[in-house]
């Protein structure tokens, strides 16, 4: 998959953070499909916080007790433009014939 096509992981601020304090322990963010959490003395631990997709926030959409949060997105934008990110990602989605070369075509 293209998303960063290169740039370092771990150099893009986007992972979840959960509030001990509200997990309620419903297992929803057990789901991700990024085997981002560990399960840990009936409550989830964010145990592989760059394996979480940049953008994605699902786990905290669905979480019961409302104990997931994430950084602001705005400088994870400000990377995308500075790398030439999106440029790049859609350059890759173009080869993958996943998207038009232009619009239109
Ligand atoms: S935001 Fe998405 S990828 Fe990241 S931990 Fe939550 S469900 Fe997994
Ligand atoms: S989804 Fe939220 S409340 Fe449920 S186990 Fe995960 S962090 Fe706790």
């Known amino acids: 998959m293209p998303w960063l096509t290169g740039f370092p992981r771990k150099e893009v601020p986007w992972f979840p953070t959960i509030d001990a304090k509200k997990c309620v322990g419903c297992g929803m963010c057990m ?23 940049v953008g994605c926030s699902t786990c905290a959409a669905l979480c019961q007790g ?9 400088p994870v934008r400000a990377i995308y433009v500075r790398e030439k990110i999106w440029t790049k990602v859609k350059e890759q989605l173009v080869e993958q014939s996943k998207i038009p070369s232009q619009e239109g075509e």
């Open 66 to 74: 409302k104990a997931i949060s994430f950084p602001e997105v705005g």
């Open 31 to 53: 789901n991700c499909g990024k085997n981002v959490y560990d399960w840990v003395e009936g409550k989830a631990v964010v145990a592989r916080p760059y394996d979480c997709a």
